[in-house]
């Protein structure tokens, strides 16, 4: 017990320490009860920087908080992609402190987005929507989400080429297809089981089974862009959209095909979805540019490694799908999964990226890239890297509490 407590003192004080660069020392188990003992303040200071953001937001009107650059906040309107990442964020406190403070606020943040129930101008209503309506929806069972969530599948499956089999994400190149598409086939395979339509699932299993065959490198990397003619169903092109190159893995769009087949193997218990998983997470945890504490380069291939900027969000994203994963893979590789997702959530939680309250615009997380090639928020905080670092928490306190799954 001695040396246990000596050890969690440790990595406890690691965590106090800016400017980490390795994950803390010590075994598995003792990197877990570090973040466990630290979840009470991680919350807390979450809290506290969310609270000072509806601060900053009072008098805006369908305005959603999505970065802190150049000392100030930058906000979007309720057809941004990135709109339903801080109404989700305000349902994940909740969910940690079950306060009315947070469900109000999340109340009033969602009801904003239902003005897009309807979109059908990109792939994106997944994100709007399930991240703010489907959380909702599962911690509080307000009236009319349901039908709001429907009404956004609906509208997805609009996007729907039958002749190539998958979901159209922009109305740009010829048909193009990115890897962030899978996220949004969580809102399609609720909507089936929720009464929606057949055709629902039906559209999801073909686009993560075309995305399966045909967006994976064979070092099970995934391509950002791949371009379709959508009556031949030929490739026109693999670009490299916000990676480095068409041929490098840019480390968001892996953490993004990680969790979408991980989900999508959660929702069907197809085992090809499972071995994509696998596969990509593999890829992932091995490679040769993952830093010692597992939070990404904003692209694995980066030219200027080791200096090139670190992606918080990546990180979390991918943390957040590998606790997830650890509970369908054998061991050892569950084992592996959860270890690195821990180790990734302790770095986050590290003065190195988690901000001083009252700092960082408010937003919890620093150091995320969005779109360096497109010199567009580097190095800034982004709301969706705070939204998966909080889901990433609240998977790892249901499994180290061995509570049931969220969905």
């Known amino acids: 017990m001695k040396r246990l407590l000596i050890s969690l003192s440790l990595l406890l004080a690691s965590l106090s320490n800016a400017g980490v660069n390795l994950p803390p020392r010590g075994d598995a188990a003792d990197r877990e009860e570090a973040l466990r003992a630290a979840l009470p303040d991680i919350f807390a200071a979450s809290a506290e920087q969310y609270r000072g953001m509806l601060k900053r937001l009072e008098g805006t009107t369908d305005q959603f908080p999505r970065r802190w650059e150049k000392n100030a906040l930058v906000t979007v309107g309720p057809k941004e992609w990135t709109s339903g990442f801080f109404p989700g964020s305000l349902w994940h406190l ?34 709007m929507l399930f991240c703010s309506f489907g959380n909702g929806l599962r911690l509080a069972n307000p ?18 080429v039958p002749r190539l089999g998958m979901i159209r994400s922009w109305d740009s190149y010829k048909n193009p297809v990115i890897i962030d598409n899978m996220m949004n086939l969580e809102l399609l395979m609720w909507a089936a089981k929720q009464g929606g339509e057949k055709r629902f699932a039906d559209i999801a299993l073909s686009h993560a089974d075309q ?93 200027d490694i080791p200096e090139a900027p670190r992606d918080a969000s990546a990180a979390a994203i991918m943390a957040s799908a590998l606790l997830e994963l650890s509970t369908f893979a054998e061991a050892p590789k569950a084992t592996l999964y959860r270890d690195t997702a821990v180790r990734q959530l302790l770095t986050l939680s590290s003065p190195a990226y988690r901000a001083p309250v009252g700092a960082n615009g408010n937003f919890i997380l620093m150091h995320g890239v969005g779109h360096l090639p497109g010199n567009s928020e580097v190095d800034v905080p982004l709301n969706y890297a705070d939204y998966y670092y909080l889901e990433g928490l609240l998977r790892f306190k249901r499994l180290s509490a061995k509570l049931p799954a969220e969905n």
């Open 94 to 127: 909740y969910e940690h402190t079950r306060s009315p403070e947070w469900k109000a606020a999340a109340l009033h943040y969602t009801a904003m987005l239902e003005q897009v129930r309807h979109y059908s101008g990109n792939h994106d209503i997944g994100f």
């Open 143 to 160: 009236d009319g989400y349901r039908e709001v969530l429907l009404d956004g599948a609906a509208a997805l499956c609009q996007r729907y």
């Open 211 to 303: 995305t399966n065959a045909r967006h994976f490198r064979p070092d099970n990397s995934a391509y950002h862009i791949v371009d379709y003619n959508p009556l031949t169903g030929k490739i026109f092109g693999y670009y490299a959209g916000q990676g480095a190159s068409a041929d490098g893995p840019w480390a968001r769009g892996q953490s993004w095909g990680l969790y979408g087949f991980t989900m999508m193997y959660r929702e069907t218990r197809k085992p090809e979805y499972l071995a994509r998983a696998v596969k990509s997470a593999d890829f992932l945890v091995r490679h040769r540019n993952l830093p010692a504490d597992a939070v990404p380069y904003w692209d694995y291939e980066a030219a």
